[in-house]
Every structure is written in structure tokens, then in C-alpha cells.
């Protein structure tokens, strides 16, 4: 799709996208993103990709694309941060006053930013994407999504909505809340409930992905889970006593029966048993130290405070660069030249 090669005054919407070896779809979801932003917005939008260290060419179909649209603001981070550190790369540099966060697979349809603007016309400042189907998924992935999302459900108190993800549209006020949030492991579905404001679920069907495979193995899932649920809930915490009173009871227990057994004149036999007791009672206490270590691990390194992401290039088409509009921080005027540097 040709448009003009000029920039608006004002930018109303920011699209933020993350991308990790999403090669083979990009064009299609650049084109897609154009079409449906302009559609609404004319010129006056932004699309931020933010490459996280892929190791296939996306950065070079991102840069491409940025030659040629002065509309798309491209930022390479200077390795794999994971999704949701690259998404707050992306949100960092929002100039937009609504800003749309969609995945770079297309299971997210962008034509779908024209309903929920309606909705965010209405008052909301969160319209967020509720899955009610996905397609192109396995069993086990819906299986242990949903139980994911009921466990998490059961142990906080901020209400972080069911089969939801980042896909949503949200308002300015809520970006700025968010990037004002230091905390390393972010659960920015969570963060964003957290927030407040007008929130509200906009159903949708997830289509399956466009092209190559999910990012997001068991082994990420898992780890997206612990950082949910240690950065919502020190109820995990509260195992410890809960075990060591459900320990304690069941000693009693069996110290009463051992006695009663004894006053009948048969001693309870039992290496065996003994054995067990000691191993079980083992296992529980290792266990409950590392769900402490888990917290005190996320203490250590929330108190290194690094910097959250580090980027090496951001990219902008000439005419863009030179229209920025003055530059926030000595770090954005650097970008805007299209050179490098810290976020
Ligand atoms: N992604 C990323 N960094 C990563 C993994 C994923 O930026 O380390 C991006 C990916 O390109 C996509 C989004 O995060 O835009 C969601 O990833 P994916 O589609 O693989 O997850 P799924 O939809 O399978 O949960
Ligand atoms: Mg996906």
C-alpha cells in the first residue's frame, strides 16, 4: 500500500508490536496494520516494531519497511529480552494518545481496532481482547492456559481478567501509569488491570497463527506464570505455615496412635514408615524454601535495578526523524538521529 511521504502534526494512535523470528509474516502484518490504521486514522498513527533479537531476518524486513513508510518506527534491542520486556521497550516510545498492542503473528486481527475504538469512545480506557475461541491451538495449550488463568484468579487480589492477552487499545493516561512502573517482571496484562480506570473485555476469536511457530514453549509459559503470580500474590508464601499446621496435626495424630498402640501391647513396627515420614517431610521443607527463594531471587534482582531493556538502534525514515517532535531525554534525541543507546 503507496502513501504520501509526509507525517502528520499529531499522531493519534500508536500500534506496538513485538517481534522474535516473525520473518515469514511481517509483510502481511505490516500491510494489514497500515491498511486498518489509515483506514481510521489517516496518516495520523505510528507503528513501533520492536525487534527482539531475532535470529531470522526480521530485522531486515522491519528496516525495509521503514525506509519506505515514515510511519513506522523501527527499534532493534540489543538481544532476546523476552515479550513482555520488548513490549515495554515499544511502549517507552508511544507518541500516540491511543495506543493498540497486538502480536506479530496475526492471531491478534488488527481490523479489529475500529470496534474497540468504539468502545473506547465510549469512556473505557482499556478495551481488551478476551479470547472466546482460538483457533490453531493445542489442547494442551487451551488446557493449560485456562488453568493457569483459574490458579492465578484464586490467589490475588486484583482482578486480572480470564483468557485475556496483550492484545488491547488503551489510552494515554493508562501507558503513562505503566511506564512508570519500575518493576522488572512484568505481567503487563496484570499491571494494566492493576491500573484501574475504565476497563472493559472485548470478545474476539483468536485465529491461529499466520506464519512459523509459537514463541512462547512450555517452559516460557511456566515462567510467565511464576512471574504472574509472585508479582500479584504472596500467598505462596503463606504455604509454609499452612503445611507446617497440616504437618503438625498429622504428628499429633499419629503420636496418639503410636501410644494407643502401645497401651494394647503391639509397639508399631517401622523402618519403613519412619523412612517415608523422614523423606516427605524432607521434600515439603526443600519445597517451601525454594518458593522463598523464588521471592528472594525476584528481591535480589529488582534491587540490581538494571536498565529494563537495552536498545541498540531505533530507526526512522529520514523525513520522520526530522519532524520529531522535540525530544524527550538525551537517549530519544540520540535515537532520532537513528543511532543507538540505552533505554
Ligand atoms: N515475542 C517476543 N519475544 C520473545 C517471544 C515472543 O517479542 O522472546 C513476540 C512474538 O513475536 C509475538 C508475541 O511476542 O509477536 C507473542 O508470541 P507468540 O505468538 O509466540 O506467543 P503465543 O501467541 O503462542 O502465546
Ligand atoms: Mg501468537
Excluded at 531476518?57 to 515514515?70: E, K, L, M, T
Excluded at 495506543?99 to 469512556?123: C, H, K, N, S, T
Excluded at 512459523?212 to 509454609?240: C, H, Q, W
Amino acid at each position: 500500500m503507496q502513501l504520501p511521504l509526509h507525517l502528520p502534526g499529531s499522531i493519534e494512535l500508536s500500534v506496538v508490536i513485538p517481534v522474535y523470528n516473525e520473518e515469514a509474516g511481517l509483510d502481511a502484518l505490516i500491510d494489514r496494520v497500515t491498511k486498518a490504521s489509515h483506514a481510521i486514522f489517516g496518516e495520523r498513527y505510528e507503528l513501533i516494531l520492536i525487534n527482539d533479537g531475532s535470529k531470522d531476518g526480521s530485522w531486515n524486513a522491519i528496516c525495509r519497511h521503514a525506509d519506505h513508510d515514515p510511519r513506522i518506527v523501527a527499534i532493534n534491542l540489543s538481544r532476546n529480552h523476552g515479550h513482555q520486556l520488548a513490549l515495554t521497550a515499544g511502549l517507552n516510545h508511544v507518541r500516540g494518545e491511543l495506543i493498540f498492542v497486538l502480536d506479530a503473528d496475526l492471531q491478534d486481527p488488527p481490523e479489529l481496532l475500529g470496534p474497540m475504538l468504539e468502545r473506547v469512545r465510549e469512556g473505557y480506557d482499556v478495551v481488551y481482547g478476551q479470547r472466546v475461541k482460538r483457533h490453531g491451538e493445542t489442547a494442551f495449550k487451551r488446557g493449560t492456559a485456562a488453568l493457569f488463568y483459574r490458579t492465578l484468579a484464586s490467589m490475588v487480589d486484583t482482578h486480572i481478567p480470564r483468557d485475556t492477552g496483550d492484545f488491547r487499545l488503551m489510552t494515554r493516561r493508562v501507558v503513562d501509569q505503566l511506564n512508570a512502573m519500575p518493576e522488572r517482571y512484568r505481567f503487563i496484562r496484570g499491571l494494566v488491570s492493576y491500573i484501574g480506570f475504565n476497563q472493559t473485555a472485548f470478545p474476539y476469536e483468536r485465529d491461529a497463527r499466520f506464519a512459523g511457530e509459537t514463541n512462547y514453549p512450555l517452559r516460557k509459559m511456566i515462567a510467565l506464570a511464576v512471574d504472574a503470580i509472585t508479582s500479584f500474590s504472596v500467598v505462596p508464601l503463606r504455604f509454609a505455615s499452612h503445611l507446617g499446621m497440616l504437618f503438625g496435626l498429622a504428628g499429633l495424630a499419629s503420636l496418639v496412635w503410636v501410644v494407643w498402640a502401645w497401651m494394647q501391647g503391639g509397639a508399631v513396627q517401622g523402618w519403613a514408615s519412619l523412612a517415608a515420614l523422614t523423606l516427605i517431610l524432607g521434600s515439603v521443607q526443600l519445597l517451601v524454601l525454594g518458593v522463598f527463594g523464588e521471592y528472594l531471587g525476584r528481591m535480589y534482582m529488582e534491587g540490581k535495578a538494571r536498565p529494563l531493556f537495552i536498545i541498540s538502534e531505533v530507526r526512522r525514515h529520514p523525513i520522520a526523524a526530522n519532524e520529531e517532535p522535540e525530544a524527550a531525554s538525551v537517549s530519544e534525541s540520540k535515537v532520532s538521529e537513528g543511532i543507538r543507546v540505552a533505554g
